[in-house]
C-alpha cells in the first residue's frame, strides 16, 4: 500500500511535548502477517516510562503496544484470519513500539479475535494489562480455587484486572486502593479493600497465598510479611528486580518471582472467553483522540487513573 498514515512518535527521550504526529507509509504485511485497521489503542505505563527513559530503546521511536482493530490484509501463509475479522492483541512488543497508528502489520500470532459484545475502545484497553496479569497470577503463582490473593494498585490497568482473573479462578480477593475507589472494585469482585491511604495493609492483612505487586519499593518488604509460609510474592514493576526479590523472599520462606508480560494468542483467547462469559470486564476511565496524546500520556502519568486510558483512531 502506497496510503499514508498517522503514528505517534519521538525523536528524543522527555515529558509529553516530546510525542509528535508523522506521517508515514501504510507497512507492508510480510509472510504470516495482518495489517490491522487500529480503530483504538491502549495508553499503558511503559509507554510513558519508554518516552521518558527510553531503556531499550533509543529515540526516535514511536509509541503504543495495544490494539484492536479491523483485519484489511492477509499475507500469503497466514490462515488464522480473513479480510474484516476484528481482533486485538500486542503486536509489536516488546521491540517495536508502533500501535499508536492509523495501521499496524504483525504476526498473526500476536493477535485474537476481539471478544463479543466488546467495543474497540474496551478490547484496546486488555492485551497487556490483562496478559500481565494472566501471567502473573496463573503462570506464575498458579492461583487456586479457596486461595487468598492480595492485589496492590488494584483499581490500575493491571490491578482491576487482576482482581476479576483471581476471582474467576476461585479465590478469595483482597486489593488495596484509595476509599473512593472501592465501590467499583466491589462491583468486579473483590472480597475485602483496604485504603492505603488510611491503613497500613501490612497491619490488615494476614496469611495470604499470593500477592502481586505493581507498585514496588517499599511495597516489597511489607507484602512478604504477609505473606504465608510457602506463599508467592510476584512483582510486576521492576522485572530487573528479580535476584533481589527471590533472595528477600526466600530468607523469610516464601516465593518470589517477577513478570516480564509476552505477547501469547492462546492466553488472549483465554482472557476473550472470561470477556464473554461475564468474568472480565476492562474498566475505561478516559479516551483521548490521537491528537491528544500528550494529555493521554499526563493523565496515565497522573497515577490517579481508574482502570485504563485509551486513545481513538476512529
Not at 22 to 27: E, Q
Not at 34 to 54: C, E, F, M, S, T
Request: glycine fraction near 10%; hydrophobic fraction near 45%.
Amino acid at each position: 500500500m502506497t496510503e499514508q498514515m498517522r503514528i505517534v512518535q519521538q525523536r528524543e527521550l522527555g515529558g509529553p511535548e516530546v510525542l509528535e504526529i508523522a506521517k508515514v507509509p501504510v507497512p507492508d504485511l510480510g509472510a504470516t502477517r495482518i495489517l490491522v485497521r487500529v480503530h483504538a489503542a491502549g495508553v499503558n505505563p511503559v509507554d510513558w516510562k519508554l518516552r521518558q527513559h527510553g531503556y531499550w530503546l533509543t529515540p526516535p521511536f514511536a509509541q503504543g503496544f495495544d490494539v484492536s482493530g479491523v483485519v484489511v490484509a492477509v499475507s500469503q501463509g497466514s490462515s488464522r484470519f480473513s479480510v474484516g475479522d476484528e481482533v486485538y492483541g500486542m503486536p509489536n512488543y516488546p521491540d517495536r513500539p508502533d500501535a499508536y497508528a492509523d495501521y499496524v502489520a504483525a504476526p498473526a500470532r500476536r493477535f485474537a479475535r476481539k471478544p463479543g459484545g466488546l467495543d474497540h475502545v474496551h478490547a484496546s484497553a486488555l492485551p497487556l494489562a490483562a496478559l500481565t496479569a494472566w501471567q502473573a497470577l496463573v503462570d506464575t503463582a498458579g492461583v487456586e480455587d479457596g486461595q487468598r490473593v492480595l492485589v496492590h494498585a488494584a483499581a490500575g490497568g493491571v490491578g482491576h484486572l487482576a482482581v476479576q482473573i483471581a476471582k474467576a479462578r476461585g479465590a478469595h480477593v483482597i486489593g488495596t486502593a484509595s476509599a473512593a475507589k472501592h465501590g467499583m472494585l466491589r462491583e468486579l469482585g473483590a472480597d475485602e479493600l483496604v485504603d492505603y491511604t488510611a491503613v497500613d495493609f501490612a497491619e490488615a492483612v494476614r496469611d495470604v497465598d499470593v500477592v502481586l505487586d505493581a507498585i514496588g519499593g517499599d511495597y516489597l518488604e511489607r507484602s512478604l510479611r504477609v505473606l504465608r509460609p510457602g506463599g508467592v510474592y510476584v512483582g510486576v514493576s521492576n522485572p530487573l528486580d528479580e535476584e533481589m526479590i527471590v533472595e528477600r523472599a526466600t530468607a523469610v520462606g516464601v516465593r518470589g518471582a517477577t513478570v516480564c508480560v509476552e505477547p501469547d494468542h492462546t492466553q488472549l483467547e483465554e482472557i476473550t472467553a472470561l470477556v464473554e462469559s461475564g468474568r472480565l470486564r476492562p474498566v475505561v476511565s478516559e479516551t483521548f483522540p490521537l491528537e491528544d496524546v500528550a494529555k493521554a500520556h499526563e493523565h496515565s502519568q497522573s497515577g490517579r487513573t481508574t482502570g485504563k486510558v485509551v486513545l481513538t483512531l476512529i
